[in-house]
């Protein structure tokens, strides 16, 4: 059974830091790009960035370059997004995704987690 689990989402001060982290077990984790999502209340679904199988590659969506890492430990199953400098407008659920996409339809399925909430705010 695939299992993609959240966790590490809060309430941050503009301008703070929170360290997600994805929990994953079903799959070949060290053979699967993986990438976060998130969706602010009232809006679409927006890919926030992807890692490639080794790590060695990373992309990002504009609104987060700079600001947010991500990273991942095959030998672990564990994805994590760090984000720093974190502004009001990147409150949202954000959810870890088994694949790369940015190309492909953000439409939640199995291969995605629950989410985590992540509100900044004074």
């Known amino acids: 059974e695939v299992r993609l689990v959240e966790s590490g989402g809060g309430l941050v001060q503009p301008g703070g830091s929170l360290r997600l982290s994805c929990a994953t077990s079903?799959?070949?984790?060290?053979?699967?790009?993986m990438s976060w999502v998130r969706q602010a209340p009232g809006k679409g679904l927006e890919w926030v960035s992807v890692v490639s199988t080794d790590g060695g590659r990373t992309y990002y969506a504009d609104s987060v370059k700079g600001r947010f890492n991500i990273s991942r430990d095959n030998a672990e199953n564990a994805l994590y997004l760090e984000m720093d400098s974190l502004e009001p407008e990147d409150t949202a659920m954000y959810y870890c995704?088994?694949?790369?996409?940015?190309?492909?339809?953000?439409?939640?399925?199995?291969?995605w987690g629950q989410g985590t909430q992540v509100t900044v705010s004074s």
């Open positions: 995704a088994a694949g790369d996409y940015r190309q492909r339809p953000l439409v939640p399925n199995h291969w």
């Open positions: 079903g799959f070949t984790f060290s053979g699967t790009d």
